[in-house]
């Protein structure tokens, strides 16, 4: 029993009580790598630099998580190895989850509805023709359309109400590709929101009072802030992204996390 609880001297064979630097029988040193072992947590038995996904089941609350220890991990309805069999959202294959060196990629696997990532700091670049959710709200960026308003062909022109100058519009998309609410707003930026922007969805539970702002810069650039909302604004990935740690994403009605272990 004494020799399973204490370091057994290499010279002598005479077990080492704990703390001791020296055999007591033979003195001889005890290897450094025995006087500086420490217990180490069970998560640094998990590869470095792995990733978990974690689904979250609402208000915060984690759910299942997902290890991804391999090369890819497929997601979808009914394919791949991270399924959810009962979101009617999400493709069969929906989207592939890739390492490529120490990137973890998310890879859109030609999904009806996309993979949405949710908006960083400092805003994401759109162009024009992309999607991004604000609480249940699908919502398009367009750039303002060109003028046609010139006369008929004996140089006639048409009646109509004036027009007024815009930088883009914002087109709310509905279930089945409908064309809902759209903004043509007069200046270079346009808030989101539940009351007080310029698009107001007051009925939507999940989007903030001010949510997130669309501006378009000199050069004609777009660019999507998130204003502290807290439920977060979410961009279409464009066929794949780099993810880090602490993203958020949606697949189909499914909201997951980014932990690198």
Not at 175 to 198: K, Q, W
């Amino acid at each position: 029993m004494d020799q399973a609880r204490n370091f057994v001297c290499r010279s002598c064979q005479t077990p080492v009580p704990p703390g001791h630097k020296f055999c007591g029988r033979c003195g001889a040193a005890v290897p450094p790598e025995i006087l500086n072992l420490r217990t180490k947590y069970f998560s640094d038995m998990q590869a470095p630099g792995k990733v978990k996904l974690i689904l979250i089941k609402g208000e915060g609350d984690d759910g299942i998580s997902y290890q991804l220890q391999a090369t890819e991990h497929v997601a979808g309805r009914s394919q791949g190895q991270i399924l959810f069999q009962h979101d009617n959202w999400l493709s069969p294959r929906h989207a592939n989850f890739i390492y490529r060196g120490n990137k973890l990629i998310v890879r859109d696997e030609g999904s009806l509805n996309g993979v949405y990532l949710r908006v960083r700091e400092g805003g994401q670049v759109l162009a024009g023709g992309d999607t991004f959710l604000c609480g249940e709200q699908l919502i398009r960026l367009d750039p303002s359309p060109r003028p046609n308003d010139g006369p008929d062909a004996d140089q006639t022109y048409f009646y109509s109400s004036p027009k007024r100058p815009s930088p883009f519009r914002l087109t709310q998309i509905l279930r089945g590709g409908g064309i809902g609410m759209v903004l043509c707003p007069r200046e270079s930026a346009a808030t989101i929101g539940r009351e007080g922007s310029d698009m107001n969805y007051p009925d939507d539970p999940y989007i903030s009072a001010s949510h997130a702002k669309v501006e378009a810069d000199t050069n004609g650039r777009f660019t999507l802030v998130d204003l502290g909302s807290k439920n977060g604004t979410y961009v279409r990935v464009k066929q794949e992204a780099e993810l880090l740690h602490g993203d958020y994403l949606f697949l189909g009605k499914q909201l997951l996390r980014v932990e690198i272990t």
